[in-house]
C-alpha cells in the first residue's frame, strides 16, 4: 500500500468512526427518529458523506450497535490486569468493567439508553449471536469453572444493570464488585 492509500485508509476509518460516535451520542440524546443530516452536521460531515459509510438509516444503526459492540472489548481488555497470569484474568477484567471501571459500559448497560432505543434492525440478531459466541468462548478459555463463570458474568452483568438506580448504592456495589472478584480467585 502506498503512503496516499494509508493516508487515505485512515482518514476514512476516522470519518466512519466520527459519524459512528456522533450517532451513537445523538441517538442516545435524542432517540432512534434523529435525522440522517443532524448525525452528519454532528460528525463534521456532509449527509451525502455519511450516506457514503451508511447508505440508510438501518445501515447506520447497525454500525452503531456493531460499534458499541467493539468498543465493549475494547473496555473489558482494557480492564484486564496483563501481570495477572492465572485462571479467571478475562473474568476479573469484565467484572471490572462492568462494575464500574468503565463509564462507557455503566451507560451502555443502562436500560434507557442507547441499544433499548435502537431496538433491533434487521440483521442485529446475526450480530449478537456471533458476539455471544466470542464472549462465551473468551470465558471458557479463562481457567474458571462455567458454573461459576456464570454466576459472576449474570452478577456482573445485573449490577451494571442497577448501577444508576436508587437501588444500589455505591457503597453495595463496591461491595458486590470485591466479592465477585474474590470468587475469581478460588478454585
Not at 450517532?23 to 463534521?44: N, P, T
Not at 479463562?142 to 449474570?154: A, K, N, Q, T, Y
Request: hydrophobic letters at 40%; proline letters at 4%.
Amino acid at each position: 500500500m502506498k503512503r496516499t492509500d494509508q493516508v487515505v485508509t485512515r482518514d476514512k476509518e476516522r470519518t466512519r468512526r466520527a459519524i459512528l460516535e456522533s450517532a451513537q451520542q445523538m441517538f442516545s440524546e435524542r432517540g432512534s427518529k434523529v435525522s440522517l443530516a443532524d448525525i452528519a452536521v454532528a460528525a463534521g460531515v456532509t449527509k451525502g458523506g455519511l450516506m457514503h459509510h451508511f447508505p440508510n438509516r438501518e445501515a447506520l444503526i447497525y454500525g452503531v450497535i456493531e460499534h458499541c459492540i467493539t468498543r465493549m472489548w475494547e473496555e473489558i481488555h482494557a480492564h484486564i490486569d496483563l501481570s495477572e497470569n492465572r485462571p479467571g484474568k478475562f473474568t476479573r477484567g469484565y467484572v471490572r468493567a462492568l462494575t464500574g471501571g468503565s463509564a462507557y459500559l455503566m451507560d451502555t448497560f443502562n436500560p434507557g439508553t442507547l441499544l433499548a432505543t435502537l431496538g433491533n434492525p434487521p440483521g442485529i440478531e446475526a450480530l449478537y449471536a456471533r458476539d455471544a459466541e466470542n464472549l462465551s468462548a473468551a470465558f471458557a478459555a479463562d481457567g474458571l469453572p462455567w458454573s461459576r463463570v456464570l454466576m459472576i458474568r449474570f452478577a456482573a452483568e445485573g449490577l451494571a444493570l442497577s448501577a444508576p438506580s436508587p437501588y444500589l448504592t455505591s457503597d453495595d456495589l463496591e461491595l458486590a464488585r470485591a466479592e465477585l472478584l474474590a470468587l475469581t480467585e478460588e478454585h
